[in-house]
């Protein structure tokens, strides 16, 4: 069975959020849409997101790194969300392992949410229905595109090629083989849900750090200390009398 999911290296994405932004414009007005923002300046904001990337550092000073971390629904091959789902509204296509919800049915009583370990689903309080990541469904599968284009908004947009999108199952698809190759791996795979999507570690580098560079060159209560050189004749003194 065809299993189509994304595998994202951690080691290029620079948390440029073009992945975000190309998600919520092709959704938001793509059948899966509204993505409807309530107060999106304000002190609590709130909104739906398909994909969110997440960035914290690690490490100790000076010794840090800054890791982007892009999440969204992992299409798991054994969702926990489908079987709790008390009207069938979320269900798991078997042509191609896509994981949905049909707003029809949908009832908004977030069990789905409470089921996911992940945090992939959020409310549309503005439709009262539970949302998430279709994988571009809707263009994937649209036979009428030329077949590069045939891939989730996020992939075509990012432009470091952090996405990957293929079939796991096919062994030579480029996902697979990225997989295999430069160890990827499932998102918390202990809950035994099979995630489909797969991320590519980063690759540690050898930081050489001087403690001169911990010191800012533009410091402005940095003391500058001038040494004049000192020149033999006339003073100004002189010169002046």
Request: glycine share 6%.
């Amino acid at each position: 069975m065809t299993q189509l999911a994304l595998v994202i290296d951690l080691n290029v994405c620079v948390g440029c959020h073009a992945c975000v932004t190309s998600c919520k414009e092709w959704n938001s007005s793509g059948w899966a849409g509204p993505l409807p923002d309530e107060r999106p300046y304000d002190a609590d904001p709130s909104g739906v997101f398909f994909n969110r990337v997440q960035t914290f550092e690690v490490g100790c000073f000076p010794n840090t790194e800054t890791v982007h971390f892009p999440k969204s629904c992992l299409h798991c091959e054994d969702p926990p969300c489908v079987p709790v789902c008390p009207t069938g509204a979320s269900y798991k296509r078997e042509d191609n392992g896509i994981v949905l919800v049909d707003y029809d049915k949908c009832i908004g009583c977030k069990y789905c949410a409470w089921a996911c370990p992940y945090g992939a689903r959020e409310i549309d309080a503005k439709n009262k229905v539970m949302k998430k990541c279709t994988l571009c469904v809707d263009r994937v599968t649209d036979e009428s595109l030329p077949e590069s284009e045939r891939k989730p908004a996020c992939v075509l947009a990012c432009p470091t090629s952090a996405r990957i999108f293929g079939d796991i199952h096919d062994p030579d698809s480029a996902a697979s083989v990225a997989i295999r190759e430069q160890g990827g791996y499932q998102l918390q795979p202990e809950w035994g849900t099979q995630p489909a999507n797969h991320y590519l570690p980063r690759r540690r580098s050898q930081m050489q750090i001087h403690e001169d560079e911990l010191i800012r060159a533009d410091n402005p209560l940095r003391k500058e200390e001038v040494e004049m050189p000192i020149e033999q004749g006339d003073t100004l003194d002189d010169v002046a009398w």
